[in-house]
């Protein structure tokens, strides 16, 4: 079956990096772009970008220029996202998704993965 | 805050009807991209509930509906089941916001 397994919890500290991977199984990686949305604690979803994996592009929101990478592996069929600079503000469950159709951002998440636990604390 | 204006919570009795709805503008829902709602229950990843306006993803109960018109969408749940107690989110497309999908703030549905 379709599924995105996302790595274990994170804990770093204000202006640190993190890593997330997001594994994908069950289709063929390249057929469909991988979003990432955040949550916070008791609040709404985040929209934090997209990325290609056929190329490798990626588009970024606004608010996370200068601070996120999106990339990944096609061998192992795996997203990263890099969230550099952190601070405490950034502690939430990190998704990826993948969205079936081009362009993506207009379309749906259709397959989410369980979601990946950051917490920046000092 | 968020660039779609949900409702922050709505209720309903086992059996009955609730709609949610999902208020855009003339760059995102009123320019006619798509809208699609989600589903999340605590401590879950959010699940795709309805796609493009009115489509049901398969595994998706027909109690579940969508509907767009203008700059709004709704989402209509007909006999409630306390299954259904979780948030709600609307998604679309707006093409000022550094073209990026844009969500609503979630709405928290319970059954009394």
């Known amino acids: 079956q379709v599924q995105l397994v996302q790595s274990g919890p994170e804990a770093r500290k204000p202006g640190a990096s993190v890593t997330v991977s997001c594994k994908a199984s069950g289709y063929t990686f390249t057929d469909c772009d991988i979003h990432w949305v955040r949550q916070a604690t008791g609040q709404g979803l985040e929209w934090m970008g997209w990325?290609?994996?056929?190329?490798?592009?990626?588009g970024y929101a606004q608010k996370f220029q200068g601070r996120v990478t999106m990339a990944r592996d096609t061998s192992i069929s795996t997203a990263y996202l890099e969230l550099s600079s952190l601070i405490f503000e950034d502690t939430a469950v990190y998704y990826c998704g993948r969205v079936p159709a081009r362009p993506s951002n207009y379309y749906g998440i259709d397959v989410w993965g369980q979601g990946t636990t950051v917490t920046v604390s000092s | 805050q968020f660039v779609l204006t949900q409702p922050p919570s709505v209720s309903g009795a086992p059996g009955q009807r609730v709609t949610i709805s999902c208020n855009g503008s003339?760059?995102?829902?009123?320019?006619?991209?798509?809208v699609h709602w989600y589903q999340q229950i605590p401590g879950t990843a959010p699940k795709l509930l309805i796609y493009?306006?009115?489509n049901r993803p398969s595994g998706v109960p027909a109690r579940f509906s969508g509907a767009k018109s203008g700059t709004s969408a709704s989402l209509a749940i007909t006999g409630l089941q306390a299954e259904d107690e979780a948030h709600y989110y609307c998604q679309s497309y707006d093409v000022t916001v550094y073209s990026s999908k844009v969500f609503g703030g979630g709405t928290k549905l319970t059954v009394l």
């Open positions: 003339s760059s995102n829902i009123g320019a006619g991209y798509d």
């Open positions: 990325m290609n994996p056929i190329h490798g592009g990626a």
């Open positions: 493009d306006n009115n």
